[in-house]
């Protein structure tokens, strides 16, 4: 029963976006004389605000052994995170 | 762990004025073609190992905490904020060490990678409309276009007002492979999109520069985790690229409307400078 409900919401999205997409290619939503505006201003309004960016606020080196030498150098533990993905870049 | 404890406060205060800290990417380090070292992989092998002989719970996503001259000493519970500030904490207590500024300075850590002085680097950010879990914090990708591949975006000749002309199949598609949101399965391989396109359509041409808008849709099917069933994936897409003749060119594309099986994102692309190899 879920899979039919979330199959009907599938296609109901795609099809309000193959709707736009049909529409921007055909008519083009964005006028031409508001376009490079219109996209300027909405590359901006999509960059991660400082608080998605917490993460760059660590002081990370650039690899374990690099790590380990500055562990030594200044008697400090080392916090070593392993993971799959980015996880800089989001893509983990 | 990025949406919890590596994005609190008081463990960033904590890692920065008491730990050395580093990430490790395992696909930098396993694999057919391992991006680090001999020497960076049997590192982090050795602490894995050392962890197995310690009977702690070593996997492929874990925090541990090492000695300073890098023997695991302990995993890092991650799940919950509280629980990993104790660690952290308890850590601290056990090792002393003087608590004073980072070892190096906080830097970004998602940059543009080093290209030839006549590449494009493109910056893609790209999430879901939902927010916390996988939508806590965007995805990003950096794609870089030499010389013969952007070369490839622009038309031949002079070009005249409203001309238009489509972008090559091939490069397009190495930009629209990431137009996805956030999942755990992050192989892009191109075969995923199944028809795209990106329409050029010249507005202005102003000594000799021109500038271009954009139309274009891609659609697809991408796997949240790696190996399961796909979901289809679209997107309507509208940018701008400008360009002079033999330059390289400055491009700006952005989502109108896009899904992935019931779940709205947005994708911002857009040339960034990039520091040269």
Known sequence: MFEMIKNVNVFRVLGVLLGGIVATACAGPISDGNVVRWVEKTVAERQPPAQDKLFDQIAWVADIRTAIQFGKEYNRPIFLYSGMGRINTGRC | ?277
């Open chain 2, 1 to 277: 762990m990025r949406a919890g404890p590596l994005s609190d406060g008081r463990v960033i205060n904590i890692l920065n004025r008491n730990f050395v800290c580093v990430y490790a990417a395992n696909e930098d380090y396993t694999g057919p073609n391992p991006l680090v070292g001999a020497e960076e992989r049997a590192e982090l092998a050795r602490i894995r190992q050392e962890g197995y002989a310690k009977k702690l719970s070593v996997g492929d996503v874990r925090a541990y905490v090492l000695t300073p001259d890098g023997h695991t000493h302990d995993t890092v519970p991650t799940e919950k904020v509280a629980v990993t500030l104790d660690m952290l904490q308890w850590t601290v207590g056990q090792f002393k060490p003087q608590p004073g500024p980072p070892v190096v300075p906080p830097a970004r850590q998602s940059v543009p990678p080093p290209a030839p002085d006549d590449a494009v680097a493109l910056h893609l950010i790209s999430r879901g409309d939902d927010r916390g879990s996988w939508g806590e914090f965007p995805a990003e990708n950096w794609i870089v276009l030499a010389r013969e591949d952007w070369s490839k975006l622009l038309p031949a000749g002079e070009v005249t007002l409203g001309q238009t002309w489509e972008l090559d199949h091939g490069v397009g598609v190495r930009i629209l492979r990431y137009f996805y949101p956030q999942t755990e399965n992050n192989y892009a391989d191109l075969d995923r999109i199944e028809q795209h396109q990106l329409t050029a359509k010249a507005l202005s041409v102003r000594d000799g520069v021109v500038t271009a808008r954009i139309d274009g849709f891609m659609k697809g099917h991408h796997s949240f985790y790696s190996g399961r069933k796909a979901d289809p994936l679209g997107a309507a897409i509208v940018g701008v690229m400008t360009f002079a003749p033999g330059k390289p060119p400055s491009l700006q594309l952005v989502t109108t409307s896009a899904a992935y099986g019931t779940r709205p994102f947005k994708v911002t692309v857009q040339t960034v400078p990039h520091t040269t190899r």
